[in-house]
């Protein structure tokens, strides 16, 4: 990657939105000052040695630390100057792109996949669509799909900088001929081996926040969906591994449909607030994070797109004069979802749960074996549902909710072990209390003092649900 800078203005917030891009795209980068030809000739040298330190200094902390910075003029005099001012600087750059550049590794197997950039027509050949060959190869005669469009054609020729040849492979920049296509259905996009891509309403992600965005991910939100040359409004929704695997190795670009996740509000960092389950988990104030996290995308238009491709969130509609990185989070493309009907199809597969935790009060001592509680239901509630879940009282019994009781949202307890003669005493005095002032006849204040007296017993009742269960299951382990 090049980043060109204005050696007159330094790091916009444009640049630096590229210097986030290509820290997520890129392992090499050169850095151009651009421009320096605005520069008056005695402070020249200075300027460029000033400004040379403090993109240093801007690169430090990122994978480009210590990376190579040239200064150079493109067009001096600007765009208006005759064509006979020579660049200043090129044959530097040259030097270094070509001490940078390496020969990577190629592999002609798998797909024939090439990213167009551009199409054009030439009379009496067909149309030309010109591009990089991200991964397979392609051979004369062969059929392409356009995806988006739903069309396939037959190669009729092809060219690679200015030669004919008969074939190409990964990483090769190379024109391609087709007949009967308007160029002005294509202007960039995706071809491939037909029927290679699929082309997806809904996603699983894997994903990591960009530190630089200001804010919190929260489930819910919208952001622009970056996926190869497309980007479309979707909706996010994040989840974590279940608490209990939070540190637990991810086995990296899998997704594992048999284990159980933990719904999240927000995307999961430092600067966010702990999830529910973590608060409880978490006295000492050190917020616990997951080794990974997702995130369901529910696009808004259909994406047509490789698996395991890279996809960036931003709130593209931040002012741009805004002082702040729109770039919100970038991920892999796990799994995608090709079915219109995803959220009856897909979804119910996805097993994310939300963990619930309700609270009641113990009312009064039945017998031995069962209570009556209060305040964990509200009064419509139908208690006939939670028949049979299980609770813990604040003295350590374990219980079972038996069914209701009376109409007021009530309801039995049993208690399989019975309860601790302590437990018992405690009771039977707050009872013993209220009674006091005679049987049926309890005044307003007796009624809001009663309350006040010994600590009340709470009654805790935790289970889980699982987002997409359309029969909405409580679950406890």
């Not at 963990?355 to 305040?375: A, N």
């Amino acid at each position: 990657m090049m980043l060109v800078i204005d050696v007159t203005k330094g790091m916009q917030t444009q640049s630096a939105e590229c210097l986030v891009i290509g820290q997520i795209a890129c392992q090499k980068m050169v850095v151009v000052l651009n421009k320096i030809d605005l520069l008056p000739e005695g402070k020249r040298q200075s300027a460029i040695e000033k400004m040379t330190k403090k993109m240093q200094k801007t690169l430090e902390n990122t994978k480009f630390s210590g990376c190579p910075i040239v200064a150079v003029a493109a067009k001096p005099g600007g765009p208006e100057a005759p064509e006979s001012e020579n660049p200043l600087g090129i044959s530097e750059l040259i030097e270094v792109l070509k001490s940078q550049a390496y020969l990577p590794s190629r592999d002609p197997s798998g797909h024939f996949l090439m990213a167009v950039d551009h199409c054009f027509s030439i009379k009496g050949q067909g149309t030309v669509m010109t591009g990089t060959i991200l991964s397979g190869s392609v051979s004369l005669g062969d059929n392409v799909e356009i995806p988006a469009l739903k069309v396939t054609k037959k190669v009729k020729s092809m060219q690679m900088f200015h030669t004919p040849v008969t074939y190409a492979m990964q990483g090769d920049r190379v024109g391609v001929c087709v007949t009967q296509f308007d160029p002005k259905l294509l202007e960039r996009g995706l071809i491939c081996t037909p029927d290679s891509l699929h082309t997806i309403h809904a996603a699983i992600v894997s994903l990591k926040k960009i530190q630089y965005f200001r804010g919190a991910l929260q489930t819910k939100a919208k952001f622009h969906i970056t996926v190869g040359h497309e980007t479309v409004m979707g909706r996010v929704m994040f989840f974590s591994p279940a608490l209990a695997n939070f540190n637990e190795e991810i086995q990296e670009n899998v997704f594992d449909f048999e284990k159980d996740y933990l719904y999240q509000e927000q995307y999961l960092s430092k600067d966010s607030v702990s999830s529910e389950e973590n608060k409880e988990n978490d006295q000492a104030g050190e917020v616990q994070l997951p080794k990974q996290q997702w995130a369901l995308l529910e696009f808004e238009k259909p994406v047509t797109c490789p698996k395991l491709c890279l996809v960036i969130g931003s709130k593209l509609d931040t002012d741009i004069h805004a002082n702040t990185c729109r770039l919100a989070f970038h991920g892999v493309l796990l799994q995608g979802m090709e079915d219109k009907n995803y959220t009856e199809t897909f979804l119910p597969k996805l097993k994310v749960y939300k963990q619930k935790h309700k609270e009641g009060q113990v009312e009064r001592v039945m017998d031995d074996y069962s209570v009556i509680g209060r305040s964990l239901f509200k009064k419509e509630t139908n208690i006939q549902i939670f028949v049979g879940l299980k609770v813990k009282l604040s003295t350590g019994e374990d219980g079972i909710i038996d069914g209701g009781f009376g109409q007021s949202g009530k309801f039995k307890i049993r208690i399989p072990d019975g309860l601790k003669p302590d437990t018992k005493m405690l009771l039977t005095a707050a009872s013993k209390k209220k009674s006091k002032g005679g049987k049926g006849d309890m005044t307003k204040e007796d009624e809001s003092s009663k309350n006040d007296s010994a600590q009340p017993i709470t009654i805790s009742l935790i289970f889980k649900r699982y987002v997409f269960d359309t029969q909405k299951k409580m679950i406890q382990s």
